[in-house]
């Protein structure tokens, strides 16, 4: 999906390239991240893998300035986020996607597509619309833009809140556990529209337990172990003849289940 | 009971009811708007102001309005703040006591809100001030709504406070009749009629939205 966008070509978000380094983050008495080092490529697919705590959430907070790391530099789209004054920049020119949806209930499908494109592109109702029901389109809901989330299934809400954030026409699209909260039934039509975009090119992140999306979608595959990447590469690689003891683990043990 | 004594003095009764209506929306509309403010201050994470907000919140909480009202309005006037008049003096004490309370409503509405919100308007560009008045503030309005309107019920009770400045309103026509023709249970009686006639309305509009609450 092309949508040209002047507002966005001004902005400092110029590549969808994603270069992290050293990066440490605590929570209280918890350190979370332990020296992270990762860089993503235009146009590649990343799947961030590892047991819950391994910190593979929050690294992907951090890639979209919902945490800050304590130390370390963070470079996404050409945005310095470990700078204070610049992070800001990035808002708008990445799109996150959440396990919860966090759509906004008292508005429509379209509604939710068009809030930040009325409010922070400026567009005119009419643009906005259409672009808002391109991008449902995109993630075939055409016709449910009228619905509210509450009539929508699981899987229906999570794909509108992959259009609202690509109606902003995003750099990059993060995805923080994008099934997790779905029925096994709905998962499918998720990782369905998350393929496509992929085929299509995006720059995307995504932090799953999904292992049949990361074996036949990601470019690569990165497992996070304790607050530090422990292994990565192409899928066949790390699923195939994982080289560290912890990842055979994890893997024989969410393969198993 | 002279019923009629009611009759023949309506003019008073009239111009003292006109008078609480008028202080009641006033207030309710600037303690409405201050209470937002303080709660959006409150919830905004700026340490400072969310400070500021709580002091404020904790002295006018914590001492009677009618205090509030005699400060106010002869406080002004010790300290050589000439110019306030009385429907200023009792309008300023109603907004800063009331708005206090209500500043709780709105806050507690805002909290109930999930954080995934803040957030998903946070990535989509959202300025923190567009996402509390599009995102935040519309969906507080279930849980807000009942409390607040209660509120209203009290600040419009509250009102009657104002006669100790001397503000002519519902309470103090009462007692001109009564100076009048005497006969105070009557006219008391008649005063309050009046203020449930304004009253009950609201009090059946916050029991329709409850019920809505549940079933929405």
């Known amino acids: ?50 047991a819950s705590g391994s910190g593979k959430s929050t690294l992907l907070r951090i890639m979209c300035d919902l945490e800050r790391a304590d130390s370390g530099a963070v470079w996404v789209g050409g945005v310095p986020l470990h700078d204070r004054k610049r ?59 009228d619905a509210y989330p509450a009539q929508l299934s699981g899987g229906q809400q999570q794909r509108v809140a992959i259009a609202r954030a690509l109606a902003m026409d995003p750099a990059i699209m993060f995805f923080d556990e994008p099934t997790s909260a779905l029925d096994p039934e709905l998962v499918g039509e998720v990782t369905g529209v998350m393929r496509s975009l992929a085929e299509d090119g995006m720059t995307m992140v995504v932090v799953t337990h999904e292992m049949r999306f990361a074996k036949d979608t990601a470019d690569r595959v990165v497992f996070m172990d304790g607050g530090v990447v422990l292994e990565q590469g192409p899928p066949e690689q790390v699923f195939g003849s994982p080289a560290e003891q912890r990842t055979q683990q994890f893997l024989h043990r969410v393969l198993d289940t | ?154 600040l419009i009770k509250d009102t009657s406070i104002a006669v100790v400045i001397g503000y002519v309103e519902l309470v103090r026509q009462g007692q001109a009749v009564i100076d009048r023709v005497g006969d105070p249970g009557t006219s008391y009686i008649a005063v309050a009629v009046l203020y449930f006639v304004i009253c009950y309305p609201l009090s059946l509009l916050v029991r329709r939205m409850e019920r809505k609450a549940v079933t929405a």
Do not use: C
């Open chain 1, 87 to 145: 992070a800001p920049e990035i808002f708008g020119h990445v799109g996150m996607v959440f396990q919860q949806f966090n759509l906004f209930p008292h508005k429509t499908a379209l509604g939710n597509v068009t809030l930040a494109l009325l409010k922070v592109r400026k567009l005119s109702r009419a643009e906005a619309e259409e672009r808002g029901r391109a991008a449902l389109k995109r993630v075939g809901l055409a016709d449910k833009a």
């Open chain 2, 1 to 154: 009971m002279d019923w009629s004594v009611i009759w023949s003095n309506r003019e008073l009764y009239v111009s003292g009811l006109w008078a609480t209506v008028l202080l009641s929306i006033a207030a309710i509309a600037t303690g409405t708007l201050l209470g937002l403010l303080v709660a959006a201050v409150r919830t905004s994470r700026i340490p400072v102001l969310a400070q500021l907000a709580r002091g404020y919140l904790e002295v006018f909480r914590g001492t009677p309005l009618l205090i509030q009202m005699l400060f106010i309005y002869f406080g002004a006037a010790y300290l050589g703040l000439v110019g306030i008049t009385v429907f200023g003096a009792a309008l300023l004490a109603l907004t800063l006591y009331q708005g206090a309370y209500i500043a709780e409503i709105f806050r507690a509405g805002i909290e109930a809100v999930p954080r995934g919100q803040w957030e998903a308007s946070r990535v989509l560009g959202l300025p923190r001030i567009q996402t509390f008045l599009s995102v935040i503030l519309p969906q507080t309005r279930a849980i807000v709504l009942p409390p607040l309107v209660g509120q209203y019920l009290s």
């Open chain 1, 1 to 50: 999906m092309m949508i040209t966008d002047p507002a966005a070509q001004q902005k400092a978000v110029t590549t969808s390239r994603i270069s992290l380094s050293g990066v440490h983050k605590r929570f209280g008495e918890l350190e979370v991240l332990k020296g992270v080092d990762i860089d993503v490529e235009p146009g590649e697919v990343v799947v961030l893998i590892g």
